[in-house]
């Protein structure tokens, strides 16, 4: 079964970085696109970003480009999400999620209902 396991969350000040990592176990990356979701306070999940390790496609919610990057370290079996200049608004619970690898899945984002196993939440705080 695969499992999924996002830590590196944490209280930054604006403008600051972190780098959250999702560890995947019981399948590999070329099989999986992985997208990271976050939901804060009162508001509904939301999909950041996604990466296809296989095609080497990345995709960017408009509100994160050029702030957030994906990478992955198939070696690894793990997915990183770096997070620079940080806005208060990036406050929530970030989760991972891995989707059966279709072509072109992320090419417009992952889709919630794509996802077949999440990890756990890890909470970013962001303070103005």
């Known amino acids: 079964e695969v499992q999924l396991q996002a830590f590196g969350g944490g209280l930054v000040q604006a403008g600051g970085s972190l780098r959250l990592s999702c560890a995947v176990s019981g399948g590999t990356l070329d099989d999986y696109a992985i997208g990271w979701f976050r939901q804060a306070p009162g508001k509904e999940r939301e999909g950041v970003s996604c990466?296809?390790?296989?095609?080497?496609?990345?995709y960017y919610e408009d509100s994160v480009k050029g702030r957030f990057a994906m990478s992955s370290d198939n070696a690894k079996n793990t997915v990183y999400l770096q997070m620079n200049s940080l806005k208060p608004e990036d406050t929530a619970v970030y989760y991972c999620v891995a989707a059966t690898f279709r072509p072109f899945i992320c090419l417009y984002g992952l889709e919630e209902r794509y996802g077949d196993y999440w990890g756990q939440g890890t909470g970013v705080t962001v303070s103005s």
């Open positions: 990466i296809t390790s296989s095609e080497g496609l990345t």
